[in-house]
């Protein structure tokens, strides 16, 4: 999984259409927004569903970390395939999101989450300071043998 994370003043998407996914999800609000947090785009890629207990632990660890030394609660998690060109299938990509989701409520973050298989407009106000822009790659954890 790839993750680019932006540290925002702002951020809202505003659905446009359905994108070319086989699955996409019914909206329940054409609009998601955070107030100041962290803009995550999430791009799980081919082979991440050979663990993907592992690479949802990993990518919210690094996320939630990443909160805390900025001292944020919100967090737009959103599914981003166009980070690299070898994107997990649709189905796995969607889990995978929703896991990480998952965790970080856990971690006691308010999560947005746009819905998947959608393109968006957006509005975004993005800090200026040497964590404001963050990449990260998280890999299944290989298993013994």
């Known amino acids: ?14 659905i446009t259409r359905k994108g070319r996914s086989p699955i996409s999800e019914t909206p329940s609000t054409p609009t998601c927004q955070i107030g100041n947090g962290l803009l995550v785009l999430a791009s799980a890629e081919a082979g991440d569903e050979a663990d993907l207990e592992s690479v949802s632990v990993g990518a919210a ?3 939630e970390d990443l909160a805390k030394q900025l001292k944020v ?4 998690l959103m599914p981003f395939a166009h980070l ?8 796995d990509a969607l889990r995978l999101i929703e896991e990480v989701a998952a965790q970080l ?24 300071h040497p964590l404001a822009r ?3 790659t998280i890999r299944p954890v290989p298993h013994a043998s």
Not at 1 to 14: G, P, Q
């Open 1 to 14: 999984m790839r993750l680019l994370i932006f540290h925002v003043d702002s951020f809202a998407c505003t």
């Open 61 to 63: 660890h690094e996320v």
């Open 73 to 76: 609660g919100e967090v737009m």
């Open 84 to 91: 690299f060109a070898d994107p997990a299938p649709a189905p």
């Open 105 to 128: 409520r856990g971690a006691g973050l308010a999560v947005e989450q746009p819905p998947f298989g959608w393109f968006h407009t957006w509005e975004m106000r993005a800090k200026g």
């Open 134 to 136: 963050v990449a990260r």
